[in-house]
């Protein structure tokens, strides 16, 4: 009889569990919830679209943001690159078209598994904040506010570029590389293994603090200004952007291209001694950090405090905003390019395309 009792309860079980999936389907289903293979599939061509995209943007731009790191760390006792339109002609001329496009493919290479990084972290960080602040809150129905979607959003993007930060590093170094360097990295791999080799596995994460002390107010200078001026156009119809109380694409991307703009201008300087950093212990240099031997400028940095020290000391408060106006510049491309492709490939893969308020 007990044996039956259980082989009963068992049964009853069982059936109960099916009734409640059955249930539970049913309920998906009407909200709209895709099946797991589907939603997986869906995250898939998200991410080769993000990726693409990435990719697209990357490669528009470029020849700026190349600009960009040379005006960073080129010698200041021999200048080279003075300005935007002059560093890019300097370039044409000595490297010809292939030399705007140096370190793009290890920047490319970069955007894959970054984006896919990020995505995964964004999705982790989001549920696990989300638990907490049910838990502190007692409210079982309580969602993630800005605030703690910003939070998601930094960890995301610090655990990203902390995964692709040796890529990040060889693509610096790729990037200032020139012709007449003494030595020439032969590629990414090349690079990898090279610094690895001769520098030791430390040598790859050179000016990681950095990049991770600006991830956090570059992304939260990002939300507060995008956010703020979509309220304020929201709200006071300024210059009749506002239709149906509805802003329309063109005018959200000039609302991210000026908080991009604001959130790089006040997180540059941090950039500027990450690029600088990454050179340290570069044997046989490029001649563009070097200076071609007419007075070198102290390369050797004990961390990030003493990088803008000498920096300042050296070139003056000035050289934090190096390579500004290029970068700058690539914003409101890159921007509109990465958006545009995005679309076109989630188009093309047959993937829903919802623009979130």
Not at 216 to 231: I, Q, R, T
């Amino acid at each position: 009889m007990a044996s039956e009792d259980v082989a009963s309860k068992t049964r009853d079980s069982a059936v109960s569990t099916i009734v409640n999936l059955a249930e539970e389907a049913k309920l998906a289903s009407r909200e709209g919830v895709k099946a797991p293979s589907l939603a997986f599939l869906s995250i898939c061509k998200s991410l080769v679209a993000g990726g693409v995209a990435g990719g697209v943007s990357r490669t528009a731009v470029a020849p700026l943001e190349r600009l960009k790191i040379l005006l960073q760390v080129q010698n200041p006792h021999s200048i080279k690159y003075n300005g935007t339109m002059q560093g890019l002609k300097y370039i044409w001329r000595t490297e010809g078209f292939r030399g705007l496009f140096k370190g793009n493919g290890t920047n490319c290479a970069r955007i894959v598994p970054n984006s896919a990084v990020k995505f995964f972290s964004y999705e982790q960080a989001s549920r696990g904040i989300l638990w907490l602040y049910r838990q502190q809150s007692g409210k079982e129905d309580a969602q993630l506010t800005p605030l703690l979607r910003l939070g998601a959003g930094a960890c995301a993007g610090i655990i990203a570029m902390s995964a692709t930060y040796p890529m990040d590093m060889v693509r610096g170094r790729l990037t200032v590389q020139t012709e007449k360097s003494p030595r020439q990295y032969r590629g990414i791999f090349h690079a990898l293994s090279t610094v690895l080799k001769e520098e030791g596995p430390r040598a790859l994460y050179r000016g990681w603090l950095p990049s991770v002390i600006g991830v956090v107010p570059y992304v939260g200078l990002n939300f507060a200004v995008y956010e703020s001026l979509k309220d304020w156009l929201i709200k006071s119809n300024a210059f009749g952007l506002v239709e149906d109380n509805e802003l329309s694409v063109t005018t959200r991307l000039a609302c991210g291209a000026v908080a991009g703009t604001f959130g790089q201008t006040v997180a540059y300087p941090l950039d500027v001694i990450r690029r600088r950093m990454q050179m340290v212990g570069w044997r046989d240099a490029s001649s563009v950090v070097t200076g071609d031997g007419k007075g070198k400028a102290p390369l050797e940095y004990t961390g990030m405090v003493d990088a803008f020290r000498k920096t300042v000391r050296h070139e003056g408060f000035q050289a934090l905003y190096k390579g500004l106006v290029p970068n700058s510049v690539k914003v409101v491309p890159s921007i509109a390019i990465a958006f545009v492709t995005y679309e076109a490939v989630k188009d093309v893969l047959g993937v829903e395309v919802r623009i979130s308020d």
